[in-house]
T-cell receptor
Framework: AQSVTQLGSHVSVSEGALVLLRCNYS??????LFWYVQYPNQGLQLLLK??????LVKGINGFEAEFKKSETSFHLTKPSAHMSDAAEYFC???????????FGDGTTLTVKP | SAVISQKPSRDICQRGTSLTIQCQVD?????MFWYRQQPGQSLTLIAT?????????ESGFVIDKFPISRPNLTFSTLTVSNMSPEDSSIYLC???????????FGPGTRLTVL
């Protein structure tokens, strides 16, 4: 079985501040890990993913995430928030070679001017 | 990556009716998924649809309520049958590409049932 926990359903930061969205997972096998972003009235867009190799992965729009196996975490960060980053962010896990992804409950990011 | 389109983008339906949602992909894909996202909530997988076989439904979802077709490798439909207000959700189509490690999502169909 696999599960995802996103700590903090709402995160608010000031423009230019660090963005940190937390994600912890559980998986009985080595996981694939993903972050998706959903802008209002839109579908999900892939931000970044970890499958194998380098544990620090870089995605679009200046986001990055680090896979920490010992902490079963995959936190999403961005050094400097922009107003356009305001959206819903979902962390997801899936088993390697299996089709089903499990999503966290999502974190709403608000960016204050 | 994959470009996925869904029709309709939104609809308002009456209780007891059915709505068929279409999902079109710009490339051939083996696995397609249908998700439901209820207001303010995360995504819940309804079923996995592989071409040439019956869809596999997740616990809590049944074929009579959510029949799925997958006639070829670029197209699928999901029907929401005998709708009630509890079916008001965003329905998302998703496909697996890139050697099987990544899912991409369509823009969603926003359904309101009155």
């Amino acid at each position: 079985a696999q599960s995802v926990t996103q700590l903090g359903s709402h995160v608010s930061v000031s423009e230019g501040a660090l963005v940190l969205l937390r994600c912890n997972y559980s998986s009985s096998v080595p996981p694939y890990l993903f972050w998706y972003v959903q802008y209002p009235n839109q579908g999900l867009q892939l931000l970044l993913k970890y499958t194998t190799g380098a544990t620090l992965v870089k995605g679009i729009n200046g986001f990055e995430a680090e896979f920490k196996k010992s902490e079963t975490s995959f936190h999403l960060t961005k050094p400097s928030a922009h107003m356009s980053d305001a959206a819903e962010y979902f962390c997801a896990v899936r088993h390697t070679n299996a089709g089903k992804s499990t999503f966290g409950d999502g974190t709403t990011l608000t960016v204050k001017p | 990556s994959a470009v996925i389109s869904q029709k309709p983008s939104r609809d308002i339906c009456q209780r007891g009716t059915s709505l068929t949602i279409q999902c079109q992909v710009d490339s051939q894909v083996t696995m397609m998924f249908w998700y439901r996202q209820q207001p303010g909530q995360s995504l819940t997988l309804i079923a996995t649809a592989n071409q040439g076989s019956e869809a596999t439904y997740e616990s809590g979802f049944v074929i009579d309520k959510f029949p799925i077709s997958r006639p070829n490798l670029t197209f699928s439909t999901l029907t929401v049958s005998n709708m009630s207000p509890e079916d008001s959700s965003i329905y998302l189509c998703s496909v697996e590409v890139g050697g099987g490690d990544t899912q991409y999502f369509g823009p969603g169909t926003r359904l309101t049932v009155l």
